[in-house]
């Protein structure tokens, strides 16, 4: 299957052979703001009234955002509709009745892993949610013994998902001296799974901090020449430049297409459901950040102050690498509008209001309520703007 261009242009999108993403799980709920008190109207005192007289700003020289409303606007996404739905419809069925035949617990984890990575374990949280409480209930170690793989890989899965797993699960690789034997290191693939399991450690858990120092030392040491065929010299490299725990999981999804495709035993099925879904999942994210984007336009920011940083784009981005499911779309959005006027009020304190400003400004924050005496001229009245509009996206999310 061809991966057709997709949606949003250069700064935040890779494209390789024509396919283009936003580059963005931690998978939480959205979260609903509960105001417990109506906004009130008070009259300033006579220590907060302020200097009406004209007031040098400061300028924090940040250059206009190349993400405009009319072009956001204009850009589409040809994954939608019917035909789309169809077909997705079709891969799960199909990737669902691969879970379900796959019996051996090894085959399990790898599916697990390679479902994560591709994007895909959305699609199959319950199916993927009973196997690992199987796993972790199966008192049968046979199949791991002495296997610092599949070890590795149970370690990493269990404990992302929750469960303990005690760090003494890999003392049987240790020699007389306490040392993680030396010829684990001959075995690049576990080497790498045991590399990437160390990352879920907890404090003060010295195994795992020694299999971090003992994984990381040995697989810098790797020679290109040397990796066997399961494991790219490049998916090492990328490894250690950043573990799989730190990293965004839209963004590895992105990489690690373009990775499972070179693999000799890939699963043509998974590798068609994981381009679909990730071109029908960033046309959603497209249709988004139109919305937000308009809403961005009508609140006048962006074009009233022209001393703040007009970062819309960036704080959607910000908030996919929060909650990339598809169906948590209301805590993207709220998101975005949070990151992006908390990125305005910090450009208020930090480069354009003054003291006494912003002693009035914090104030009114705080007690959440529109002074209406402030003294507002044309020097200040972005604040009160950036107030009112504040207080707006408050009560919108609050009721």
Same mark, same amino acid.
Request: with cysteine; hydrophobic share 35%; glycine share 4%.
């Given at each position: 299957?061809?991966?057709?261009?997709?949606?949003?242009?250069?700064?935040?999108?890779?494209?390789?052979?024509?396919?283009?993403?936003?580059?963005?799980?931690?998978?939480?709920?959205?979260?609903?703001?509960?105001?417990?008190?109506?906004?009130?109207?008070?009259?300033?005192?006579?220590?907060?009234?302020?200097? #009406?007289?004209?007031?040098?700003?400061?300028?924090?020289?940040?250059?206009?955002?190349?993400? @405009? +409303?009319? !072009?956001?606007? *204009? /850009?589409?996404?040809?994954?939608?509709?019917?035909?789309?739905?169809?077909?997705?419809?079709?891969?799960?069925?199909?990737?669902?009745?691969?879970?379900?035949?796959?019996?051996?617990?090894?085959?399990?984890?790898?599916?697990?892993?390679?479902?994560?990575?591709?994007?895909?374990?959305?699609?199959?949280?319950?199916?993927?949610? #009973?196997?690992?409480?199987?796993?972790?209930?199966?008192?049968?170690?046979?199949?791991?013994? @002495? +296997?610092? !793989?599949?070890? *590795? /890989?149970?370690?990493?899965?269990?404990?992302?998902?929750?469960?303990?797993?005690?760090?003494?699960?890999?003392?049987?690789?240790?020699?007389?001296?306490?040392?993680?034997?030396?010829?684990?290191?001959?075995?690049?693939?576990?080497?790498?799974?045991?590399?990437?399991?160390?990352?879920?450690?907890?404090?003060?858990?010295?195994?795992?901090?020694?299999?971090?120092?003992?994984?990381?030392?040995?697989?810098?040491?790797?020679?290109?020449?040397?990796?066997?065929?399961?494991?790219?010299?490049?998916?090492?490299?990328?490894?250690?430049?950043?573990?799989?725990?730190?990293?965004?999981?839209?963004?590895?999804?992105?990489?690690?297409?373009?990775?499972?495709?070179?693999?000799?035993?890939?699963?043509?099925?998974?590798?068609?459901?994981?381009?679909?879904?990730?071109?029908?999942?960033?046309?959603?994210?497209?249709?988004?950040?139109?919305?937000?984007?308009?809403?961005?336009?009508?609140?006048?920011?962006?074009?009233?102050?022209?001393?703040?940083?007009?970062?819309?784009?960036?704080?959607?981005?910000?908030?996919?690498?929060?909650?990339?499911?598809?169906?948590?779309?209301?805590?993207?959005?709220?998101?975005?509008?949070?990151?992006?006027?908390?990125?305005?009020?910090?450009?208020?304190?930090?480069?354009?209001?003054?003291?006494?400003?912003?002693?009035?400004?914090?104030?009114?924050?705080?007690?959440?309520?529109?002074?209406?005496?402030?003294?507002?001229?044309?020097?200040?009245?972005?604040?009160?703007?950036?107030?009112?509009?504040?207080?707006?996206?408050?009560?919108?999310?609050?009721?």
């Amino acid at each position: 299957m061809a991966m057709s261009s997709c949606i949003v242009p250069s700064t935040f999108i890779t494209s390789v052979n024509g396919f283009k993403c936003l580059p963005f799980e931690t998978n939480r709920a959205a979260i609903r703001i509960c105001v417990h008190k109506s906004i009130q109207c008070v009259a300033t005192s006579a220590r907060t009234q302020l200097d #009406n007289s004209t007031v040098a700003r400061r300028s924090g020289n940040y250059q206009p955002t190349i993400w @405009d +409303n009319d !072009y956001l606007q *204009s /850009l589409s996404s040809h994954y939608t509709g019917e035909t789309y739905t169809r077909k997705v419809e079709k891969l799960e069925g199909e990737v669902r009745t691969m879970i379900n035949n796959v019996a051996k617990p090894l085959d399990q984890l790898e599916l697990i892993d390679t479902l994560q990575r591709l994007g895909l374990a959305y699609h199959f949280d319950t199916e993927i949610s #009973n196997i690992l409480h199987n796993i972790y209930n199966n008192k049968d170690d046979e199949w791991k013994k @002495d +296997n610092l !793989y599949a070890t *590795s /890989l149970e370690f990493r899965l269990l404990r992302q998902h929750g469960y303990h797993v005690s760090q003494e699960v890999f003392n049987s690789f240790k020699d007389k001296k306490g040392s993680f034997k030396l010829c684990l290191c001959d075995d690049i693939k576990a080497m790498l799974s045991f590399y990437e399991a160390s990352y879920y450690s907890t404090e003060e858990e010295s195994i795992m901090e020694e299999a971090w120092q003992f994984t990381t030392k040995h697989l810098k040491d790797v020679d290109n020449k040397c990796v066997d065929l399961n494991v790219a010299a490049d998916e090492v490299r990328d490894a250690l430049e950043l573990p799989l725990h730190w990293k965004t999981p839209r963004l590895e999804t992105r990489r690690f297409i373009d990775f499972y495709e070179r693999r000799e035993d890939k699963d043509h099925i998974l590798l068609q459901f994981a381009k679909l879904d990730f071109n029908i999942v960033q046309g959603i994210y497209l249709e988004e950040l139109k919305e937000m984007s308009s809403w961005w336009k009508n609140t006048g920011l962006g074009e009233k102050l022209n001393f703040a940083r007009d970062r819309l784009v960036a704080s959607y981005v910000w908030s996919i690498g929060t909650a990339f499911k598809p169906h948590l779309s209301f805590c993207r959005k709220r998101l975005t509008e949070v990151l992006a006027l908390i990125t305005v009020i910090d450009d208020i304190y930090d480069v354009y209001g003054t003291i006494p400003e912003l002693e009035l400004f914090t104030e009114a924050v705080e007690r959440l309520v529109v002074i209406i005496k402030f003294p507002f001229n044309k020097s200040n009245e972005n604040l009160k703007t950036t107030l009112m509009i504040n207080f707006g996206f408050i009560c919108q999310v609050g009721y």
